[in-house]
């Protein structure tokens, strides 16, 4: 009875799901330049079809075909179901840009009517599929994302050859075996990609004699494999690996390895990342219990290790020189736990809040991680899988070790009393995010939860940091002009060199900006989850990843 209501909701609010009926999926074709329905392999595409490019992903080569999202009359199906009704492209809910007036038509994704909850006064923007993303992944922030983002470039690909490393003792030696492990498909969990490698590994015996490893190489395909619904930037896979070091490791065996990128790579800001990234940040609070809880999590802390085992609260481990600030340094090059002598300044967070602004597609919140994952696919398409929603690397499951390596473990409220300035610079770019979220929900449709709500009203309607929002946004705006200005002047210059240039000439930041009211803005919510669909991060949420 539950689900029959949440599907007749669904149907209210105008907003069932997903882009493209069954048999077909939502990606972008670059020789179209545009989203588009592609027909799944092995079904046929009829109606007002379109073909495939030999300049787009694998998926969508010449041989392929497909339709445009808005094509009333369009299907795919299979040659053995001929006699079967037609799942036509129309049968879903009609959704007109009011912006552009494209259309597309919406079809049913049960998991995201039981996960997502839209406002039915809203139309929102038409999805477009996204051509290439880099993740941006800051320390603590929801390592759990990694799977919305493999899902979605890879969906429906079950070719993959995947790898586990196995170490056996041998004569009092070690020998490090490759073995092949079936196929990473699209319900796999980006914990089981971490785990193992991305591996599934489904042999009941370890190969230990020569003929048999020869016969495990020889199942597996000699090419390169990559994502084929997907283009990735070529100088920073920030999703999947293809350096040199995974290709060593691999080349016996099969010659190529899914890897996903988990580290805390540095934002990167040549032109071609514009609007190319994507990313989950956290209130700098959470984020730093989070930290503290898992071994003092400090990613490019090059110090002594016992001085952070020596912090025994919140504003201790703050305090140690390289530890605050992290979601700003890591914007504007550095590491997130940087050198102790990196000096950080209200410059630097506008920097990087600039930065956000202009490279990043979509930014959510990993304290609202079902709210952010349901707009990441209203925003960009693509049928969400369950497992997206799961907690892959919960801190909770190894608080006994951390503990028995002589680390201390703080209550999940404890960041409740911690004040803000203590972090200050990434407090004033929390808040400029929280602020891009929140618009992009009501934009989308998206239902603003209750607690997010509450603190957006919080530090912007009631003036805490209203001033120094506004400050970022006319900013941006002007750099955004100079940007526009040199181009028309035939000048080809970056985003990121214009904006050096416009914040050298600001010199500091105008008092009128308000940045010390914003620092001692602090809200701390009565709830401690976000409600229903918070799946990942309910309960004790500083103890997640």
């Not at 959704?95 to 552009?100: A, F, L, P, R, S």
């Not at 969906?155 to 490393?165: C, F, G």
């Not at 028995?404 to 407090?427: A, Q, R």
């Amino acid at each position: 009875m539950f689900l029959l209501v949440i599907l007749l909701l669904g149907w209210l609010n105008s907003v069932v799901g997903k882009p493209c009926p069954s048999n077909s999926l939502f990606l972008f074709s670059q020789s179209h330049k545009e989203s588009v329905c592609m027909c799944t392999p092995s079904f046929q595409c009829h109606g007002d079809c379109i073909s495939g490019h030999d300049a787009n992903p694998n998926a969508f080569k010449s041989s392929a075909a497909g339709f445009l999202p808005d094509c009333v009359d369009c299907y795919c199906q299979h040659n053995q179901n001929q006699h079967q009704s037609p799942n036509l492209n129309g049968n879903g809910v009609k959704i007109t840009d009011v912006h552009t007036g494209k259309s597309i038509y919406d079809h049913k994704d049960i998991l995201f009517q039981a996960y997502c909850f839209v406002d039915k006064e809203v139309t929102p923007p038409v999805p477009k599929a996204l051509k290439s993303l880099n993740w941006f992944h800051i320390p603590k922030c929801g390592s759990s994302f990694g799977t919305t983002l493999y899902n979605y470039m890879c969906r429906n690909y079950n070719n993959a050859p995947t790898l586990k490393r196995i170490v056996r003792a041998t004569n009092q030696h070690l020998t490090s075996i490759l073995q092949r492990g079936g196929v990473l498909d699209r319900y796999s969990h980006f914990s089981e990609i971490d785990r193992n490698w991305a591996s599934i590994v489904d042999f009941t015996t370890l190969p230990g004699q020569h003929p048999q490893c020869w016969k495990a190489r020889k199942m597996c395909p000699p090419t390169m494999v990559n994502c084929p619904y997907f283009e990735m930037s070529k100088s920073f896979n920030g999703v999947l690996s293809t350096s040199p070091l995974y290709k060593m490791q691999a080349r016996i065996h099969t010659g190529s390895t899914f890897f996903p990128v988990i580290g805390h790579r540095r934002l990167q800001t040549e032109q071609k990342f514009v609007n190319t990234f994507v990313g989950l940040f956290r209130d700098p609070r959470r984020r730093v219990l989070s930290a503290f809880n898992y071994h003092r999590h400090s990613f490019g802390f090059v110090d002594n290790e016992e001085i952070l085992k020596a912090a025994t609260s919140l504003e201790e481990f703050l305090a140690v020189p390289g530890i605050a600030g992290c979601q700003v340094k890591q914007l504007i090059g550095n590491a997130c736990a940087s050198n102790p002598e990196y000096k950080l300044s209200e410059e630097k967070a506008l920097k990087a809040a600039l930065l956000m602004k202009r490279y990043f597609v979509f930014v959510g919140l990993t304290d609202h991680f079902s709210t952010s994952l349901c707009l990441f696919h209203r925003m960009f398409g693509g049928k969400i899988e369950d497992a997206e929603f799961a907690n892959s690397r919960s801190t909770s499951n190894v608080l006994d070790k951390i503990q028995n390596n002589g680390y201390s473990v703080l209550p999940s409220s404890s960041w409740k009393t911690l004040e803000v300035k203590h972090d200050k610079y990434d407090w004033l770019l929390y808040v400029i995010v929280l602020d891009v979220f929140r618009t992009n929900l009501k934009k989308y449709g998206v239902l603003v939860p209750h607690e997010l709500e509450t603190q957006w009203q919080q530090t912007n309607r009631m003036s805490c940091c209203k001033i120094w929002i506004k400050f970022v946004k006319a900013t941006f705006g002007e750099v955004l002009a100079t940007v526009r200005h040199s181009l028309s002047e035939g000048k080809r210059r970056s985003f990121a060199d214009i904006l050096q240039h416009v914040l050298e000439q600001m010199g500091a930041i105008p008092k009128w900006a308000n940045t010390d009211k914003c620092i001692n803005c602090s809200y701390v919510p009565h709830e401690e989850v976000e409600g229903v669909g918070n799946v990942p991060y309910e309960g004790n949420v500083a103890l997640s990843s």
